[in-house]
């Protein structure tokens, strides 16, 4: 069974520990500009399960539209979760990863790779 319209799915893993980040909230917003003025608009939230995943897309089934998107990760309360002499001290609280969507029709994963002392990321499968 194929979805209507594309979706955007993320996962997040904790690469200082080797293991998925569980409790992760994760915010998505659209952008859209008017003029010099940028408008953000949040269109979905969710929290990563034991497994770093989201139980479903944060957009899918013909909401998806070719436009700027943010993702918002709070790592703060991932990190808050554990101790300091576990994990040292987090730079981060929340990483924003902004994307451009060019295809409706398409899957967009972008997965967050996180670490007290940095972060990466990538277009996924």
Known sequence: MSVAGGRITTHVLDTSKGVP??????ELFVLHRDGQKENKMKVAESVTNSDGRLDAPLLEGGKLEQAVYELQFNVEGYYAQRSLEELGQSLWTIVPI????????????IPLLIAPGGYSTYRGS
């Open 21 to 26: 980040a569980a409790g992760v909230r994760v």
């Open 98 to 109: 902004r994307f451009a969507v060019s295809d409706a029709a398409s899957h967009y994963h």
